[in-house]
């Protein structure tokens, strides 16, 4: 019961930043999501994007203020954590460090005695990464000192991950439709003006570039009975009784280029 408790809890929060109309990113209130679930005092995102250049941005939120000094941590985290390299290397699990090397050799590392000294001890470390394209590495990286991950821990996370993909995925579609939108800054109010949330306006958008509803879930990692559902909606709200009727409505409201 705790554990459907717990993944209710961000299967909520995903819901409501999916339908959140606001164009500033969502990671930090995840981050804290994720540092309550896991009793930690740190969360790292890392969003290097292919070609894996380490020159992507690694945002950071802790309840400590001693990583006020984390530039000297991003750095190491690129260069000797050792789950960087791997998922660089294209690795898509959950994993804590203990999956992946020795209690000795992690000592050894920069990165732990960094964490040690700088971090408030937060030395046992947690990798949740998001899926994507090849040479990417961006991941959430969640640490805290005393005890590792437990497997509940992990198994929690892992099912966690597909709903960060999801999310990921919703941003990705938004702001490539803001980018071809005819007014970008008008294109909330005129699907507003139409009564579509920001997940039907996703799904319209992909409706509108012909894509199936199949490859519109593989594209939004969600289900195809989940795509048809929007369709409804979409049809509904538009009065409308097909794909054709939709688009043609959304670019008679300004969403889309006629």
């Known amino acids: 019961m705790a554990a459907q408790l717990e993944y209710a809890r961000f299967l909520d929060m995903t819901v409501a930043l999916l339908d959140d109309e606001s164009e500033e990113p969502p ?5 804290l999501e994720l540092q309550a ?9 890392q969003d290097d994007r292919p070609p894996p250049t380490s020159t992507g941005p690694v ?26 390299e791997l998922y660089v290397a294209g690795e898509k699990s959950v994993l804590r460090v203990s999956d992946v090397t020795d209690d000795r050799s992690w000592r050894r590392n920069p990165v732990y005695n960094l964490c040690r000294r700088d971090v408030d001890g937060a030395i046992r470390h947690l990798g949740v990464p998001i899926p994507g394209a ?8 969640i640490c805290r000192p005393g005890l590792d991950y ?18 990921d995925r919703h941003l ?11 007014a970008p800054a008008e294109l909330g109010r005129r699907a507003n003006a139409l009564g579509l949330t920001p997940r039907q306006l996703t799904v319209l958008a992909l409706l509108a570039e012909g894509l199936t509803a199949r490859a519109i879930a593989r594209r939004l990692g969600i289900t195809e009975a989940t795509v048809s559902k929007h369709q409804e909606n979409l049809y509904r709200k538009l009065g409308c009784k097909d794909r054709l009727g939709a688009v043609l409505t959304a670019q008679r409201g300004g969403l889309f280029a006629r």
């Open 172 to 182: 990705a579609e938004l702001s490539r439709l803001r980018t071809r939108a005819e």
């Open 134 to 141: 090849a040479g990417a590495a961006r991941l959430f990286l």
């Open 59 to 84: 945002l950071a939120w802790t309840r400590s203020p001693s990583v006020a000094r984390a530039n000297k941590y991003v750095l190491a985290l690129r260069r000797a954590h050792p789950l960087g």
């Open 37 to 45: 679930a896991m009793r930690a005092n740190a969360a790292l995102f």
């Open 27 to 31: 990671w930090p209130l995840m981050a």
């Open 150 to 167: 437990t497997d509940h821990e992990v198994s929690l996370m892992r099912r966690v991950q597909p709903l960060l993909f999801r999310l």
